[in-house]
C-alpha cells in the first residue's frame, strides 16, 4: 500500500472512529448547534441598523466550530490515545510517523465541513443569514483554511500539557471557553472591554470570527469593528503567522510517550 492510500485509509478510520464516540460527536457538532438555538431564541435584538445579533452570533459559531474540531478535539483526543498506550504502538510499528497525522488531518476536515456545512443551514434557513457571494466564498475558503490549520497544530501542541488523558478535557475546555468569550463570539467584540479585545487579538479566534464576519455580514458593518475595517489582510497575516508558530511548537513539543514512560 502507498503512503498516500495509507493516509487515506488512517483518515477514514479517524472519521469513523470521531462518529462514534458520542462525546467527540456531541461537544463539537451538536453543542455549536443547541448554543445557536438558545441564543437565536434569547437574543433577537439589532446590533445595527438591519443587522441582528444571531447574523453576527453565526459567524463567530463558524470560528468556534474551527476551534472545536481542530484545537480542542485534537487537544482532547490524542492525550486520551498517549494515556491508553496506543500512540507508543504506532510508533513501534513500521507505519511512517506522518501517516498518523495526515489521518488526523483528514478527520479534522472532514468534522470541519460537517459543522460548518450545518451551521450554515440553519443560519440561512432560521436566521436569514446572507448568502456571500463569490468573493465571499472565495474568503470563507481561505480564511477556513488557514484558521484550521492553526487550531489543528495548536491542538497537536497543546496535547502535550494535560499530564493524562483523564485530566485532558478539564485543562483543554476552559481554554477553548474563554477564547469564544473574549474574542466576539458570544458577545459583540467592541463592546468588550479594552483590554479583553487586547488579549483576545494575540490569538488566532478572534482573527477567524473577524474574517467570518466579513462574509457573512454586509459591508457596512465594517465601519463597527475597531479599526473601521474588515482588516482581511491583518486577518491573514496573523492567521499564516499562528499556522508556523503552531508548527514548531508541534515539533518541539509532541510526545509519543507518557511521562511516566520517559
Known sequence: MTGLALGWRQGVLEFKQFLRT???FVFTLLFPVLLLVIFGAVFSFEIAPGIRFTQYFIAGMLAAGLLAVGFQNLAIQIPIERDRGVLKRLRGTPMPPWVYFAG???MVLGAAVLVTAVL????VLLYDLRVPDAAGWLTLAWVTALGLTACTLLGIAFSSVPRSGRSAPAVVTPVSLVLQFISGVFFVY???PPWMQQVAAVFPLK???QGMRSVFLPASYAAE???GSW???RVALVLAAWCVAGLVLCLLTFRWTTRRDG
Not at 120 to 123: A, E, Y
Open 190 to 192: 467592541t463592546s468588550l
Open 231 to 233: 482588516e482581511l489582510d
Open 104 to 106: 488526523k488531518v483528514l
Open 22 to 24: 458520542r462525546e467527540s
Open 207 to 209: 482573527w477567524m470570527a
Open 225 to 227: 469593528e475597531p479599526a
Open 120 to 123: 450554515l443551514s440553519f443560519g
